[in-house]
């Protein structure tokens, strides 16, 4: 079993990763915001790229089921419902709703893995979901990391690195990575006894500080906080049922517009 890790969406296309396996991470914040609205009862996640694309969906769904949810520059987009903190989607706010999920980063990475054989969104909040996932499919995976505006984030490489080390603690596994894996984990050592001077240090985490959100660095790493695990059925995030094989709103997910980084 082979574990590619990519450090930016910018590295790869979408036709690449169709019929791949795929984790895609976003620490600050996307991955636990994502994480924690499907755990408070949310119905499903609608990733889509663009401010455009998240006005044309909603625009086709139904008004009180439906809520608007993500940041540009870290900041509630005018007009949506939530921005991209954690401590918004609260099971009042979010259950039982479809929340289409616009960030700067995260969800384009998402979008562009919409066509991938496997694909679920992982961070240190779900970190051993996501390895028992992988052990689960048995097969080659992709960690694509969202990073920031198509640049190297520190953060998700070093969940990529806990997630590829978690994995070689397994001995019953044959575990073959690439040169940007074996780097992650690296990364995962220098900084696994202090995740959140991690994450207050970095670029992203240092600016979330600045603009008030330096609560949200402390839930997003939280190992093992949220052990539920998102993935993309269809064209939507949410659990996934043994039993269930398409999702109960189908969107097809609009890319044309514009596209700010994952």
Known sequence: MKIEVFFSPSQVDELFLREKNVIVID???????????????????????????AVKVS???????????????????????????PFEYTEEMVKGK???????????????ARYAKNMAVGGFANVSKVVEFIKEVHEDFYILCAGKQAL????????????IKKLTDDPSLSLQFNDSANAAQVLYKAAAKNLLKMVKTCDHGVYLTEIGFADDLKICVDVDSIPILPQLIGNVLKLKKKDETKPSITIMIDTSAEQQGA
Not at 29 to 51: D, Y
Not at 98 to 112: E, L, P, R, Y
């Open 152 to 163: 190297f984030c520190v953060e998700d490489a070093v969940c990529a690195g806990m997630i």
């Open 98 to 112: 479809s929340i289409i999920f616009c960030t700067t980063n995260g969800s384009s990475a998402m979008v562009k």
């Open 27 to 53: 620490v600050l914040r996307a991955s636990t915001t994502i994480t924690t609205a499907i755990n408070n009862g949310a119905r499903e996640i609608i990733p889509v790229s663009s401010i455009e694309s």
């Open 59 to 85: 625009g086709n769904l139904f008004g009180d089921v439906v809520l608007r949810g993500g940041e540009r520059n870290g900041k509630i987009i005018e007009g949506f419902n939530l921005g991209n903190s």
